[in-house]
């Protein structure tokens, strides 16, 4: 039995729904959402602090590539297994192998995101199955009951009626097969059936769609980047063509300022050479008036 919640205390459920699980914008990891306006981790929103907005990863495109080009889970794994291999579902070159089969995703070597994905799909499938075969487990418990309570002649009157039904179904499900058959496409009735190979085949398709919205996606965060990209060389290029045009004006500015000063340091000299003359001269007539009586 579950422990009773304190009164004013947050139920699980409640939680959940304040704080819902989600995947961060940056490395993809899933955390438990504070507040709707924050979308990135705690780990990453350090990470911004310190070290700015980052790029994305050279192996997996994810934009987590805070310091170099290469994400931290990529640098790790990297330096741990070696040169990455490409991945058997989205063909990326960001799959590293661990040399042990047991760790690979159904015997096939994946990348981390399609790992998740697939492990994703995988627990889906089960909790379906699961659900499906506790709901046919309590529908024969059912007619167990059913038929204990009932009589032997009703009961084997029953039985009969239930064996014919089930043999009027059968050129039915028949039927409807053929016609689907007919109409063009290859599907069996074996496929209908609850069997491993239909878990396949729903994995596999449901697998495929989210690799057509990862890449959707992936298009789109390119097209911004080139974008962006686009954008610093225009402002790189304005701010090349401005630095050239201040460097020629303080070129000219000091050329200028250089040559006025020479002349006006000439002119300096000018005047004081005519002003020794003009004094060599005074003297000149005060000894002359001197000497004259």
């Not at 009589?151 to 089930?166: A, C, D, R, V």
């Amino acid at each position: 039995a579950l422990p009773r919640s304190r009164p004013g205390a947050c139920t699980l459920q409640e939680c959940r729904i304040a704080h819902p699980v989600v995947k961060c914008t940056y490395c993809r990891t899933e955390y438990q959402q504070e507040s709707k306006t924050n979308t990135i981790c705690k780990k990453c929103a350090q990470n911004v602090q310190l070290y700015g907005t980052p790029k994305p990863c050279q192996y997996c495109n994810i934009i987590a590539a805070f310091i170099g080009n290469k994400c931290q889970r990529c640098t790790n794994s990297e330096k741990k297994y070696g040169p990455p291999y490409s991945c058997e579902q989205c063909k990326q070159q960001c799959a590293f192998d661990r040399k042990d089969d047991r760790k690979k995703v159904d015997g096939k070597l994946l990348c981390w995101l399609c790992t998740l994905s697939y492990k994703r799909v995988l627990q889906k499938t089960k909790e379906q199955r699961k659900h499906l075969s506790s709901s046919s487990r309590a529908g024969h418990q059912e007619k167990e009951q059913y038929s204990r309570l009932s009589g032997g002649g009703h009961y084997n009157s029953q039985k009969t009626l239930s064996t014919s039904s089930i043999q009027n179904e059968i050129p039915k499900k028949k039927s409807k097969f053929e016609s689907i058959t007919t109409n063009g496409d290859s599907f069996s009735p074996d496929l209908a059936l609850d069997s491993p190979g239909t878990d396949h085949f729903v994995i596999i398709a449901q697998l495929k769609e989210e690799v057509a919205t990862l890449k959707k996606m992936l298009h789109q965060k390119d097209q911004m980047i080139l974008e962006k990209e686009k954008k610093i060389t225009e402002l790189k290029a304005d701010f090349q063509y401005q630095e050239s045009q201040m460097r020629a004006k303080m070129n000219q500015m000091e050329k200028t300022h250089k040559e006025v000063t020479e002349q006006l340091q000439a002119k300096n000299r000018e005047l004081l050479k005519q002003a020794a003359a003009l004094s060599k001269s005074k003297k000149s007539e005060k000894s002359g008036a001197i000497t004259s009586p």
